[in-house]
């Protein structure tokens, strides 16, 4: 009965760096999401996928920001040449279901920190 | 564009006081609002939506349209209420939850 998964926990790269943020979701979950949280804000929606399909990406605040999730259960989100203002939390959160006003379930996260 | 504005980044009550957590959102279709809780190192987990007219650990929500508010009350507070809570839209689609900044409540002893 493991709920949702992310990896790394931590994560420190320099700027320019490319990262790999992954997350396993709750099994069974067609819905999964994906929400950037900076210092003392709420989480901000990024994309979201209904299986392996991308159905919503405009979150995503640059081209450098990608996302996938292939086989419609584990996700991976890239970011490519890390910029300092990249730095935050990144949660994953998944639901059972397409139909609406499922509620979410979070990971625990991964910081991420550019320096 | 949806908005959800929560007015109050830290509140701190007594135990045994009243809490009211503040909670106003701005959306051109029909709404689906929640309650998250984030406990110290714990995840981010939800409390409770208007759907469900539920209380939960004492909790209650009520929207009402016409002021455009979500607010977040419990008649006694505990020092176990001491945590983050954020107030979330849910789009029609079902798609994005838009959270507000969080408010942060302390019970003090």
């Known amino acids: ?115 | 564009a949806q908005r959800v504005t929560q007015p109050e980044k830290l509140l701190s009550v007594f135990k045994g006081a009243p809490v009211e957590l503040k909670c106003n959102y701005s959306y051109s279709g029909s709404p689906e609002l929640f309650w998250y809780v984030q406990y110290s190192r714990q995840r981010l987990q939800l409390l409770l939506r208007h759907i469900s007219r539920e209380s939960i650990k004492g909790f209650t929500a009520d929207l009402n349209k016409g002021e455009t508010s979500f607010h977040l009350k419990k008649p006694f507070a505990q020092e176990e209420d001491s945590a983050m809570y954020y107030c979330a839209l849910l789009n029609n689609a079902g798609n994005m939850l838009t959270f507000g900044g969080g408010t942060r409540l302390m019970v003090k002893p």
């Not at chain 1, 901000?44 to 259960?73: C, H, I, M, V, W």
């Open chain 1, 1 to 115: 009965g493991a709920g949702v998964s992310q990896s790394p926990r931590y994560k420190v790269a320099k700027r320019g760096q490319d990262v790999a943020l992954r997350c396993d979701p709750i099994s069974g979950h067609v819905s999964l999401f994906w929400y950037q949280q900076a210092l003392g804000q709420g989480p901000e929606f990024l994309t979201y996928f209904q299986n392996e399909a991308q159905l919503d990406k405009s979150g995503l605040p640059s081209d450098r920001f990608f996302a996938e999730r292939p086989e419609g259960s584990v996700s991976t989100l890239k970011i490519q040449r890390t910029q300092q203002e990249d730095s935050a939390v990144y949660l994953c959160a998944s639901s059972p279901r397409t139909v609406s006003n499922q509620p979410q379930h979070f990971g625990d996260g991964t910081r991420l920190s550019i320096l």
